[in-house]
């Protein structure tokens, strides 16, 4: 089953990041997916295929279809 990922949504990974963070922001989807920790605000880009390997869970989904008025 396919993950749907959207621009904003907060992961957590896998492995931690080493400032202490295993949770990521994602700021750029496509081929490649660009992830800022929320730790220490470092970017990776890593190809989609590792990101959805490594990704645990999505603990805040940034869905479109939520409209604030």
Do not use: T
């Not at 896998?14 to 922001?25: I, R, T």
């Amino acid at each position: 089953m396919k993950k749907i990922f959207y621009i904003g949504d907060i992961v957590q990974m896998k492995k931690g990041h080493p400032c202490g963070s295993n949770e990521w922001e994602v700021i750029r989807l496509g081929a490649d997916i660009k992830i800022k920790c929320c730790g220490c605000s470092r970017i990776v880009m890593l190809p989609r295929s590792k990101f959805e390997k490594n990704v645990k869970k999505i603990i805040k989904q940034n869905s479109p279809d939520i409209q604030e008025v």
